[in-house]
């Protein structure tokens, strides 16, 4: 009797158990990241921000009727046919939106594939404002675009630091760095300000001292130095300027978003450098605090750049998407994602509101003084 | 332009030729006695600046201490690609070691991101040595003129190592032609491994350095190090030490004149400039500008 | 003593691919046919450096460039002439409107790219060994910054994109067929044993009546016709085209298909190609699921090293092996 009993609740047991198991199918999203080559360090913790976000949503009962997301991620590499390749293996294992990637070229050879199928790719890095237009309807970004933070940087220099002269250097082996070049340079502009040194180097490159050397040399003099520069590069030139007793400002965009314009230099060097960038560091909104929470307890140490919080957006944009939608088809999604409006994501406000499918969202002015991050301001687009 | 910026270039370049010099010789020892190009050069140079992180912020040692310690590293990682690498590799086509040693440097490049992240990480040297100080019209930091004065120091060991010692001795016989050096009595194996040690310590410090003077490390730092001293031992003359000194030199100095010589539209022309520059040399002196024609011998 | 071996293994390899196309094109999937494409597009670089590096011993590292010259004159070339104007506003007019569907524009592509190859031999041939290398590294390197940045042309680090998928695996398959035809008559030719002997022993060569400068120089030319036609094939099979993918990674990759394989080695670059490219997409589920990302290259890289520590002349060595030649043969 009690040997049957035993069985039958076993039985009972393993049902239920199982039970959620036959429900629910999982929803598969595809993520392109670069875990290997140069681009790693900025797309291993977008990566992580997604999976994190996958995680906690999973936790909490996953969407529609207790369905899991299910991660897939493929590594790009770095390099253009990986993630081409990868594109297409996500596709052919039936994902029904993807995520991905830092920088437009990656983007390029990625999301025309999932254009093709009609699958919706949201890109968490990659501030390209054009790259809707390129691509199609599928194409969707989670940060603003690069006219915004330049505009948004630009404003700051002439309306908070009165810059009048500015000396504009850029990275000139990325299409960002020169995007975002070109944009603080017509805003500059249309502002009034006037730029009197134009300077360039390369992405890798260590040593600036005949920068610096120029830059001292330049008359009239400059109220501030703008640097178009990726993370790689936002310490380096920190430090060399600090270290050659220039002491003007120095103003960038998202790429100087980065512990290491604190610790390469070290903290008394840190000093008088402003930044545009996603919102999020030193932001008490609550999903922010709650984030950073987060992702220390996962992982142990705190997010490492601004692309840690948009990977998670990536993610929590589509589930918001998909709970509006009660759907997870790829179709209904795309539409659901296209009508997004006041989302709140960990990075700011999401709205799709503009016809060129850039998000209105705020963009973050932050000053480092003395190695010390603060938020001077939020900056708004006007929406057109 | 005037005199004190171009001397302050100047300065910039030498300190840079310097590093790329230490960085160049080692690559040189080491084709000039296995006629094997050991492109892990530049990796070795990525260990030496982590492993400096290492002994001066995790183990809190003292900094002439962490640079002996970080020699020492350079020197066994030397040995240890030499005994897995190099030694099957000998008698076979020279493009073979080549590719073996690329997978060496591929091979250390993602156990680096695999352990360590991606992530650039700084480093700082002692605060005494970022003190800035001037010489005329050009500025220097403690940390410049040491890593000149280290350099050479090295360069100048080295030079009397190679003429003066048995080591050397056998390290030149060993390199002009191995099999009657074998015949004079000279143990091969001790010799080639004492060159990849040296040469790979060199290396280690070259790391030390780099990392001190930029302040930022990340396993892919050593990919253009490598790279560069490649080039300069070719300048130079592979296989010859004076020659990889010579190129480095010049190859430091140019990269920083043509960036600060030339208008600012060309400095993202800078990498081309440098390469064209190289081939033009090579074209009027074919075996480098020091070099011996190497591949006629025995 | 001639058999017809090779003949039939021309013929055979010719029906399989017909076969294997029909079948990969009706029955796979896209990533599937991906990577066949990728796999054919690598035989193809393979098969042409070995024309360069194996046959001729000719160090160079010069490859990707010529892929970027082929890629980008083949991508200019059939962009439709509205859509230029979009992507390229500072275009100069007569590029604007030149306009030539896929297989001419490959031609050109490759033939431009046979061109450079020919100017950049006059100087760069006289070098020997590991200067060569150096040389055709700094080509190269110098070919990227020049792409990089002649933004009307190319623009810049963005690249090209929007370029149409003309590549399938019929494309694929018949440029693999030529190339490996092509390769394989010059080999067996008077010329190709030219080649060969210069590769062994410059100075016998030149005492026997080579002319060296003309062979090494064709050598240099032919392989870089074929790299420039793979070139394209790639930037309509990725459908975008940047500056940055034609590195001096790419030309390590394609070396190595040639070492392993074992230089001179027709056959050799096939197999190796295939390897390669199969064995790299192999690791992906390991890494994937386990979120070990570069443990499939460090694996490769051993592989690799365990290779030519033991096998130092590559797979096939530079004998096409018997099954494909046939016995009693005199090779080389």
């Keep these: 009797m009690k040997k049957c009993l035993l069985i039958i609740a076993l039985v009972f047991m393993s049902i239920t158990l199982a039970a959620p198991c036959f429900s629910a199918e999982p929803i598969k999203i595809g993520a392109l990241y670069s875990l290997t080559g140069g681009m790693s360090s900025i797309d291993t913790p977008s990566l992580r921000g997604a999976q994190l976000a996958v995680k906690i949503i999973n936790q909490n009962g996953g969407l529609l009727d207790g369905r899991m997301i299910e991660l897939l991620s493929v590594d790009a590499k770095t390099d253009q046919k990986a993630a081409a390749i990868g594109a297409k293996k996500l596709l052919s294992k039936g994902v029904i939106a993807g995520i991905g990637h830092s920088d437009p070229s990656f983007v390029l050879p990625s999301a025309p594939l999932f254009q093709k199928k009609g699958i919706p790719f949201v890109t968490s890095g990659a501030t390209l404002p054009t790259l809707p237009m390129m691509i199609g309807d599928c194409m969707f970004m989670v940060p603003f675009g690069d006219d915004d933070q330049s505009f948004a940087i630009a404003d700051y220099s002439f309306k908070s630091l009165g810059v009048k002269n500015v000396a504009v250097w850029t990275d000139n082996s990325m299409d960002f760095t020169k995007t975002l070049s070109r944009f603080y340079k017509q805003r500059a502009q249309e502002l009034g300000m006037k730029i009197v040194l134009e300077d360039f180097f390369m992405m890798g490159d260590k040593d600036f001292s005949a920068q610096i050397a120029r830059l001292k040399n330049t008359s009239p003099k400059p109220d501030a130095v703008f640097i178009s520069s990726i993370p790689n590069e936002a310490g380096l030139t920190t430090k060399q300027i600090r270290e050659s007793g220039l002491t003007l400002p120095i103003v960038s965009g998202d790429g100087f978003d980065t512990e290491l314009i604190v610790t390469v230099p ?107 991050y603060s938020v001077e301001e939020i900056w708004f687009p006007t929406v057109k | 332009m005037d005199s004190g910026y171009i001397a302050q270039q100047l300065a910039n370049g030498v300190i840079l030729g310097s590093m790329y010099a230490l960085v160049a010789i080692g690559f040189s020892m080491i084709y000039g006695i296995v006629r094997l190009i050991n492109f892990a050069h530049g990796d070795i140079v990525m260990i030496g600046a982590f492993a400096t992180l290492a002994f001066m912020e995790t183990a809190g040692l003292p900094f002439p201490l ?233 | 003593m001639k058999t017809n071996r090779p003949r039939y293994s021309l013929a055979f390899m010719i029906i399989f691919l017909v076969v294997f196309s029909f079948f990969m094109d009706k029955t796979a ?137 003309f590549t399938n695996v019929y494309w694929v398959a018949g440029w693999v067929v030529v190339t490996i035809y092509i390769c394989w008559k010059i080999k067996f030719s008077s010329l190709g044993r030219s080649m060969l002997a ?120 530079t004998k096409e092996p018997d099954f494909v030649m046939g016995k009693h043969k005199h090779q080389n």
């Design chain 2, 66 to 298: 962490v640079a002996f310690f970080v020699l020492l590293t350079g020197c066994s990682v030397g040995i240890l690609i030499e005994r897995i690498s190099f030694r099957p590799m000998r008698g076979a086509p020279q493009v073979t070691g080549f590719i073996a040693s690329l997978g060496i440097s591929i091979m250390l490049q993602n156990l680096g991101i695999l352990t360590l992240s991606a992530q650039p990480r700084n480093f700082s040297f002692p605060d005494y040595m970022q003190t800035l100080f001037q010489l005329g019209p050009v500025s220097f930091r403690v940390v410049d003129l040491i890593i000149i004065l280290t350099a050479i120091f090295l360069m100048i060991a080295l030079i009397l190592l190679v003429k003066k010692t048995k080591l050397g001795i056998a390290m030149r016989a060993t390199a002009e032609n191995i099999d009657v050096a074998r015949l004079m009595g000279i143990n091969i194996n001790k010799t080639i491994m004492a060159t990849f040690a040296i040469g790979s310590g060199l290396a280690g410090i070259a790391g030390l350095m780099w990392g001190g003077k930029f302040g930022q490390i990340d396993p892919l730092m050593g990919y253009i190090p490598g790279l560069k001293s490649f080039v300069a031992a070719v300048i130079g003359g592979v296989g010859s030490i004076p020659g990889a000194i010579l190129g480095g030199f010049i190859l430091g100095l140019a990269e920083v004149l043509f960036v600060g010589l030339l208008p600012p539209i060309y400095s993202s022309y800078r990498d081309a400039f440098v390469f064209g520059s190289l081939i033009i040399i090579l074209i009027a002196m074919p075996n480098g500008l020091l070099g011996k024609n190497m591949e006629d011998r025995a």
């Design chain 3, 198 to 317: 210069i590769r062994e022993d410059e100075m016998a060569a030149n005492s026997l009546g080579i002319n060296l400068f003309y062979t090494r120089s064709f050598a240099l030319t032919a392989g870089a016709f074929f790299a420039g036609v793979a070139g394209g094939l790639w930037g309509h099979l990725i459908t975008a085209m940047t500056p940055g993918s034609f590195s001096l990674i790419m030309s390590f990759n394609i070396v190595v298909m040639v070492v392993v394989g074992g230089t001179g080695s027709i056959t050799g670059s096939i197999t190796a190609a295939i390897i390669f490219t199969l064995t790299n997409e192999c690791f992906r589920p390991l890494e994937e699921n386990f979120g070990i990302y570069g443990v499939g290259e460090i694996v490769m890289s051993l592989i690799l090293i365990l290779i030519l520590i033991f096998k130092p002349s590559g797979i096939f060595g």
């Design chain 1, 266 to 372: 070290g903290k008394e060097l840190a000093n008088d450098v402003y930044f545009s960038t996603h919102t999020y560091r030193e932001d008490p909104r609550p999903e922010v605090i709650k984030f950073v929470e987060d992702y220390r307890k996962e992982y142990g140490v705190a997010p490492e750049n601004a692309f840690a919080p948009l990977g998670y957006d990536a993610v929590a944009l589509i589930a918001d998407a998909i709970t509006r939608a009660n759907s997870a088809e790829p179709k209904a999604l795309k539409e659901s994602l296209a009508k997004t409006m006041g989302f709140k994501a960990v990075t700011g406000e999401i709205s799709y509101t503009r016809p060129s499918g850039v998000p209105v969202k705020g963009v973050s002015i932050i000053s480092v003084k003395k190695g010390k």
């Design chain 3, 29 to 165: 999937n896209d990533y599937l046919i991906a990577i066949v494409c990728f796999t054919g597009i690598n035989i193809i670089l393979a098969v042409s450096l070995n024309l360069t590096n194996g046959f001729t011993g000719l160090f160079s590292l010069g490859h990707p460039a010529f892929m970027a010259i082929g890629g980008y004159v083949t991508a200019l070339l059939t962009f439709s002439i509205q859509k230029k104007p979009l992507f390229l506003p500072d275009l100069p007019q007569w590029m604007v409107s030149l306009h030539l569907p896929f297989f001419p524009a490959l031609l050109v592509g490759g033939c431009c790219a046979a061109l450079v190859a020919l100017m950049v031999g006059l100087s760069v041939l006289r070098l020997k060994g590991h200067y060569l290398a150096v040389a055709t590294m700094g080509f190269l390197i110098i070919i990227q910054v020049l792409l990089n940045n002649a933004d009307s042309i190319t623009r810049g680090p963005l690249g090209l994109n929007g370029l149409e998928d």
